[in-house]
């Protein structure tokens, strides 16, 4: 079974400033994708960032990275100059290349304040 | 365009109702999903459509009945739930169902109250 952990129920950060969300995950598989979701109050959840498990390369994606760290099984999320807009409950997932389910870590709940 | 619609956007009905939630998408994906989300917890996985047919069924109880009627559409139909049924219903698509870079979108949900 794999499963993802996000190990910070909270986190919390000044705007214009710099956050890292972690998330750490558990597969045997070799072939697999990994998300960031975010999903604000409005309840929408809007996909962040994918990485591709046989890229080396971290996905980008304008304020949004990603620390991929295979060995590791670790795929951090930074957000560099965060805005109120990003306050949100930030869940990691992940895919096997062959499956249809996402399996979704309990989440971090962003708080950016002023 | 990335968009996914799902009516109505809140519902709340008795043990005894018949309800129906519907979800629709024009980007010529294949798949369909729908998740259950209660508070505070992450989404689980419901049911799957790809191509049209029933690929997964995670073991939901019966009162859930999922109909694909066409490849945009995704119907929920809801009959004798229970108050612990009360969650926030999101339904997703995707352009294949699995393989590959295949990305899952999102609809804004609806949110169910079973009195």
């Known amino acids: 079974a794999q499963t993802v952990t996000q190990s910070q129920p909270e986190m919390s950060v000044q705007e214009a400033e710099t956050v890292t969300l972690s998330c750490t995950y558990d597969?045997?598989?070799?072939?697999?994708?990994l998300f960031w979701y975010k999903q604000p109050p409005s309840r929408q959840m809007i996909l962040v960032i994918r990485q591709e498990a046989y890229k080396q390369q971290n996905a980008t994606e304008n304020r949004f990275s990603v620390n991929f760290q295979k060995a590791a099984k670790s795929f951090s999320l930074k957000i560099s100059d965060s805005q109120l807009g990003d306050a949100a409950m930030y869940f990691c997932a992940y895919r096997i290349y062959s499956g249809y389910a996402l399996n979704f870590g309990k989440g971090t709940s962003l708080l950016v304040t002023p | 365009d990335t968009e996914v619609t799902q009516t109505p956007k809140h519902l709340v009905m008795g043990m005894t109702n018949k309800k129906s939630l519907k979800c629709e998408q024009h980007m010529g994906h294949r798949a369909m999903y729908w998740y259950k989300q209660k508070a505070k917890k992450p989404p689980e996985l419901m049911f799957v459509?790809?191509?049209?047919?029933?690929?997964i069924n995670e073991s939901v109880p019966s009162r859930f009945s999922p109909e694909c009627p066409n490849s945009s559409l995704l119907n929920l139909h809801l009959h004798a739930l229970q108050p612990e049924d009360s969650a926030l219903y999101l339904c997703?698509?995707?352009?294949?169902?699995?393989?590959?870079?295949?990305?899952?979108?999102f609809g804004p949900g609806t949110r169910l109250t079973v009195l």
């Open positions: 597969t045997s598989e070799s072939d697999y994708y």
């Open positions: 997703a698509s995707s352009p294949r169902g699995s393989g590959g870079s295949d990305t899952q979108y």
């Open positions: 459509y790809s191509y049209e047919k029933l690929s």
